[in-house]
């Protein structure tokens, strides 16, 4: 009985951690509407002589926090996740 309780146990709690695993996943993986809004946000501030983050990030933070304002409001709300205020 006790084997049998243990293996219960086992195959239960296998099939739990997997059923997590793959839940998170799915989570993780963001939608092609939100990939090319924070593209266009990008290429925008690009526009705007902010360059790109990874090629001088004080000097795009410090450009973005100057034209803010003048972002569209999607634009501002991944900005503001991304970087805060």
Same mark, same amino acid.
């Given at each position: 009985? =006790?084997? %049998?309780?243990? *293996?219960?146990?086992? $195959?239960? *709690? ?6 997590? !695993?793959?839940?998170? $996943? ?8 939100? $990939? +090319?809004? *924070?593209?266009?946000?990008?290429? +925008? %501030? ?7 983050? =990874?090629? !001088? ?9 100057? $034209?803010?304002?003048?972002? !569209? *409001? ?7 996740? %991304?970087?805060? =205020?």
């Amino acid at each position: 009985m =006790k084997h %049998l309780l243990t *293996s219960f146990v086992l $195959v239960f *709690s296998v099939s739990a951690f997997a059923n997590i !695993d793959e839940g998170s $996943v799915i989570n993780i993986e963001p939608k092609a509407e939100r $990939v +090319e809004a *924070s593209r266009a946000c990008f290429s +925008e %501030l690009q526009k705007l002589g902010c360059g790109h983050p =990874k090629e !001088d990030a004080e000097h795009f933070r410090t450009c973005m926090s100057e $034209v803010y304002t003048s972002l !569209d *409001s999607g634009c501002q709300t991944i900005m503001k996740r %991304l970087y805060g =205020k």
